[in-house]
């Protein structure tokens, strides 16, 4: 894509912040299974918080696998990274916008709440950005994004 920058001189702090974002997840789906061990998988109370969002042991394993994608891919790194953060940041905005349509119905079945939508779409959209400002490449592609960026 001629938009999306190639060796960008912040890249390792975007880097970082999806490695933040995957270390979120992870945490938050640990809690998540601590705290609602007990329950169904799908349990949908509303007394079950995680860090002040609905949660349920079905989005707490679904937390933690998102999370270890995100960070194998900043371990990983050569572009991977990039990949994996834009398209789990496009599959997180369809699930945060698939439980808001669903949120006060039985088909809730992760649980969310409405700070829960938020979050996840918010994080969604941090992980984009991610995504977008870590491309790592030649400085022939580097040299080719710019004048592609010049001519636009």
């Known amino acids: 894509m001629a938009h999306t920058p190639v060796n960008h001189p912040a890249r390792p ?12 997840f992870v945490v938050f789906g ?24 609905g949660a349920n042991l079905g989005f707490s394993l679904l937390a933690i696998v998102l999370g270890a994608a995100i960070l194998a891919g900043v371990a990983i790194g050569r572009n991977l990274d990039v990949a994996i953060n834009q398209w789990l940041s496009y599959a997180l905005m369809l699930l945060g916008l698939a439980q808001l349509a669903f949120l006060h119905t039985d088909a809730n079945i992760f649980n969310f709440s409405i700070m829960t939508v938020i979050v996840v779409l918010t994080l969604a959209m941090v992980l984009l950005m991610a995504g977008m400002y870590s491309k790592v490449g030649t400085e022939e592609e580097k040299e ?3 004048k592609a960026r010049l001519v636009l």
């Open 13 to 24: 702090v975007y880097r970082a912040i999806g490695g933040l974002v995957g270390l979120y």
């Open 144 to 146: 080719a994004w710019q």
């Open 30 to 53: 640990v809690i998540g299974m601590i705290t609602t061990a007990g329950n169904g998988a799908f349990a949908q109370d509303q007394a079950l918080k995680v860090l002040g969002q």
